[in-house]
């Protein structure tokens, strides 16, 4: 029903910015919730943050809080996730998600794209 497409990671130094972006198509009438995940070689995927559709209901994860920036675009159709002071730690791939209204659990993907942090 809701198709993401994920764009913007990249090969970064630490203390470095990356801006990643999830472009959503379908029936996003039905989306409530966007959220980011990761997940580092050999750990289990994590959230990192998500946003109301109309741009409420911030979260973020400790790890990442006052580092991190989520938004949304004034056509609702894309989410931003603003990284700064970036740490190698926070080296994985990172997914967008779409929660969908009524439901608990996060039912579209995208493919993810990898954020490398070197020292």
């Known amino acids: 029903q809701v198709q993401l497409v994920e764009s913007g990671g990249g090969l970064v130094q630490t203390g470095g910015s990356l801006r990643l972006s999830c472009a959503a198509s379908g029936r996003t009438a039905s989306v409530s919730a966007m959220g980011w995940f990761r997940q580092a070689p050999g750990k289990e995927r994590e959230f990192v943050a998500s946003?109301?559709?109309?741009?409420?209901?911030?979260a973020y994860a400790v790890s990442v809080k006052g580092r991190f920036t989520i938004s949304r675009d004034n056509g609702k159709n894309t989410v931003y996730l603003q990284m700064n002071s970036l740490k190698p730690e926070d080296t994985a791939v990172y997914y967008c998600?779409?929660?969908?209204?009524?439901?608990?659990?996060?039912?579209?993907w995208g493919q993810g794209t990898q954020v490398t942090v070197s020292s």
């Open positions: 946003i109301g559709w109309s741009g409420g209901g911030i």
């Open positions: 998600a779409a929660l969908n209204s009524g439901y608990t659990e996060y039912s579209a």
